[in-house]
């Protein structure tokens, strides 16, 4: 079975068996991936498109050259359209300057917009059947922790486009946090993995991991794909909404007769649980998506 990953992991079944979910790991060999993506057409979003905040936000860097501000307003500006002035646009200009001051650009969503990671996403979520989005980060060069040891909340591949980025790594943990935080402990000696990226490497994130990059001479542009596989809740959700869908489990009107509640209850449970024993499983795995999906914003 090929599927949209293919090449990006190895073989995409043993990285399923052996990979998922349990270690960080780093695939070679991802010869597509440096042409996925280039610096150019980042800047070149920002001055002839119309990206507007916060699909570009500024983290790190110097604050001596006036960056310490990487609020909206520091990196946008109004442009005037059909006689109306419409904020929010991002600035080349301003996000230049936070560049050339040391800070990372996240390129937040690039997926919306860009037609390759659009078509890379789509192929991780008919793997995975679950929320999946994507960001590019351009550094510039330097040694500082680009952000600091954080956890994402979901597993994430780095796929390195340009450049190098050192890449510090925990050991996944069962009982980290399962949503995004930071993590100011740090990483411990003894829970640390460390990575170097070159172009076309990717690196396995799993949820549950806690990373920092850093940046080195030359700067360097990745894609990180966070994914979300759908949670018990989403196929519990899933079920009732596509058992309400039938007519016969719709909400009844003012006035319309109805049964007492006592025989609704006995149909109800009747009917849901030979529902549940007959629908078909990829239905099921349909909706559990729509759920992530929706809750995830993807
Ligand atoms: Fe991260």
């Known amino acids: 079975m090929r599927t949209g ?60 050259h006036g960056a310490a501000d990487r609020g909206p307003a520091s990196l946008t500006r109004s442009r005037w359209v059909g006689g109306a002035e419409v904020p929010g646009f991002l600035d080349p200009r301003r996000v230049r300057d936070a560049f050339d001051a040391g800070a990372t650009l996240k390129f937040n969503r690039v997926d919306h917009w860009h037609p390759a990671t659009r078509e890379l996403a789509r192929g991780f979520r008919d793997l995975f059947h679950g929320s999946v989005i994507a960001h590019a980060f351009l550094s510039p060069a330097g040694d500082e922790p680009v952000i600091k040891a954080h956890l994402d909340g979901a597993h994430v591949f780095v796929l390195q486009v ?42 396995y994130l799993p949820h549950g991991s806690a990373h920092y990059a850093l940046a080195r001479s030359g700067g360097s542009l990745h894609i990180a794909i966070e994914v979300e596989e759908p949670t018990p809740e989403d196929f519990v959700d899933g079920f009732v909404a596509g058992f309400l869908s039938g007519e016969e489990n719709r909400r009844p009107c003012p006035g319309e007769p109805r049964p007492v509640p006592i025989e609704e209850c006995r149909r109800v449970r009747r009917d849901f649980l030979s529902y549940l024993a007959a629908v078909p499983v990829g239905e099921a795995i349909g909706l559990a998506e729509h759920n992530i999906r929706r809750r995830t914003a993807d």
């Open 5 to 64: 990953i293919d090449g990006l992991v190895g073989d995409t079944g043993l990285f399923l068996e052996t990979v998922w979910s349990v270690r960080p790991e780093v695939f070679q060999n991802g010869a597509r991936i440096p042409t996925l993506l280039d610096e150019g057409t980042l800047w070149d979003a920002l001055e002839y498109g119309s990206l507007t905040y916060p699909y570009v936000t500024a983290f790190g860097g110097t604050a001596d």
């Open 162 to 203: 340009s450049g190098d980025k050192d890449w510090v790594v925990a050991r996944p943990t069962r009982d980290a946090e399962s949503g995004s935080v930071f993590c100011p402990e740090g990483i411990t000696d003894e829970d640390r993995l460390e990575f170097t990226l070159s172009p076309g490497d990717v690196l």
